[in-house]
């Protein structure tokens, strides 16, 4: 497998402008984790699916933020309209949840998209 | 609610000396931990996991990590440090109830000197 896929690895907007960051799972993977990682607040979380339904977006910053998982393999991050504070590297994640609750098993991470909003 | 914290933001240690990088998690029942890596651009590269049974767990390019319920801790050790170990470095803990997640530290540098 090539593990979890990310795109793009870079993207620099102007500010106000729409982005939209892509994430492909490992097949095989049901749960499905979005994170932002920056220097001042390390990595945080913002949003996790299990079976492509949102289950905590508890860390989504703001209505300017949406994540979507029309299916197994596909989930979007969309921040509209993007400001300069959006700067960040963002990650997806995918692990294996069991039907009985949370197998034993880690995350795996993509390589990350760095976004600059100029 | 869960939480893991990583007191050490930077340390510095000699090639070839010990390394140990501290964790402390919190959380009400017994926790899934990890150690993950981080090289400059790059994605997070796990290192090694626990579960259950033997504390003492041992992960890739020769690191370990002992748990120690009592301490609620999960500190990562490497007996010699190489070059090539410089990276940040993650302690993680996932829920094994309720909403499944993990949730991470705020991360430790390690930088090595020659």
């Known amino acids: 497998d090539a593990g979890v896929i990310q795109s793009p690895r870079h993207e620099v907007t102007e500010m106000g402008q729409e982005v939209t960051l892509r994430c492909k799972p490992i097949?095989?993977?049901?749960?499905l984790f979005w994170y932002r990682q920056t220097m001042m607040r390390g990595l945080e979380l913002l949003i996790y699916?299990?079976?492509?339904?949102?289950?905590?977006d508890s860390g989504m910053p703001e209505d300017r933020f949406s994540a979507k998982m029309p299916n197994a393999s596909f989930s979007t991050l969309k921040i509209q309209p993007s400001e300069p504070r959006d700067s960040a590297v963002y990650f997806c994640?995918?692990?294996?949840?069991?039907?009985?609750?949370?197998?034993?098993?880690?995350?795996?991470f993509g390589q990350g998209t760095r976004l600059t909003v100029v | 609610a869960q939480s893991v914290t990583q007191p050490d933001i930077h340390i510095t240690v000699s090639e070839g000396a010990s390394l140990e990088l501290r964790c402390n998690y919190s959380?009400?029942?017994?926790?899934?931990l990890f150690w993950y890596v981080q090289s400059p651009g790059q994605g997070l590269q796990l290192l090694l996991k626990?579960?259950?049974?033997?504390?003492l767990v041992q992960g890739i390019k020769g690191f370990e990590a002992e748990f120690k319920r009592s301490q609620s801790s999960f500190n990562l050790r490497k007996p010699s440090v190489h070059w090539s170990d410089a990276a940040e470095y993650f302690c993680?803990?996932?829920?094994?109830?309720?909403?499944?997640?993990?949730?991470f530290g705020t991360g430790t540098r390690l930088k090595v000197l020659a």
């Open positions: 994640a995918s692990s294996h949840r069991g039907d009985r609750g949370p197998r034993r098993t880690e995350a795996f």
């Open positions: 097949s095989g993977h049901n749960s």
């Open positions: 699916f299990n079976n492509n339904v949102p289950i905590d």
């Open positions: 959380y009400g029942a017994t926790p899934y």
């Open positions: 626990y579960f259950s049974g033997d504390t």
């Open positions: 993680a803990v996932g829920s094994t109830s309720g909403t499944y997640k993990y949730i």
